[in-house]
T-cell receptor, first 114, second 112 residues
């Protein structure tokens, strides 16, 4: 089954404790992206990657890091989480260069930073 | 920088009625997307609109794009309860079309 998976789905942590949210897709997509969703703000793009070893900042990259060492994986790293990073995070993937294509979203990771 | 605005943000409608959700974007964009999100769930793709005048329909939903007016609409025909969800539009932020900007979402409630 074609899908985007995220782990963990729920996470409670404390300020300053490094964490990683994993994202994996099995559709051989070149493009992957991370978003955060906050009430009243819609989704805001954090980082995206057009292919292995190619990443770029989105709208709200501060406080986040990403890496793309393999095509299928795109982890989101919070080196020193703060309470304002409490949010719902979505990973997405899509095919590059296909103008009719859309993104496929993972199930989301709900993060609470105390 | 691209800004995407949706109206209305909240919409309560009766079953059987028609309504339109509006999505305005501030600068030129190549593609416009519509997504649906059910409570507690992820986003599901509805439509991708690629050019001026594009119209796509799926069931009771029809989306259109007017690039000159920088406006996309999502029209709901004869609403049913199953359409209750939050609808998002999104546009690509030139010059880098992989930078996506979303609207705040329209929370639609369809009442019997």
């Amino acid at each position: 089954e074609a899908q985007v998976t995220q782990n963990p789905r729920y996470l409670i942590t404390v300020t300053g404790k490094k964490l990683t949210v994993t994202c994996s897709q099995n559709m051989n997509h070149e493009y992957m992206s991370w978003y955060r969703q906050d009430p009243g703000l819609g989704l805001r793009q954090i980082y995206y990657s057009m292919n292995v070893e190619v990443t770029d900042k989105g709208d709200v990259p501060e406080g986040y890091k990403v890496s793309r060492k393999e095509k299928r994986n795109f982890p989101l790293i919070l080196e020193s989480p703060s309470p304002n990073q409490t949010s719902l995070y979505f990973c997405a993937s899509g095919r590059q260069g296909m103008s009719s294509e859309t993104q496929y979203f993972g199930p989301g990771t709900r993060l609470l930073v105390l | 920088e691209l800004k995407v605005e949706q109206n209305p943000l909240f919409l309560s409608m009766q079953e059987g009625k028609n309504y339109t959700i509006y999505c305005n974007y501030s600068t030129t964009s190549d593609r416009l997307y519509w997504y649906r999100q059910d409570p507690g769930k992820s986003l599901e793709s509805l439509f991708v609109l690629l050019s001026n005048g594009a119209v796509k329909q799926e069931g009771r939903l029809m989306a259109s794009l007017d690039t000159k007016a920088r406006l996309s609409t999502l029209h709901i025909t004869a609403a049913v309860h199953d359409l209750s969800a939050t609808y998002f539009c999104a546009a690509e932020n030139r010059p880098n079309n992989n930078d996506m900007r979303f609207g705040a979402g329209t929370r639609l409630t369809v009442k019997p």
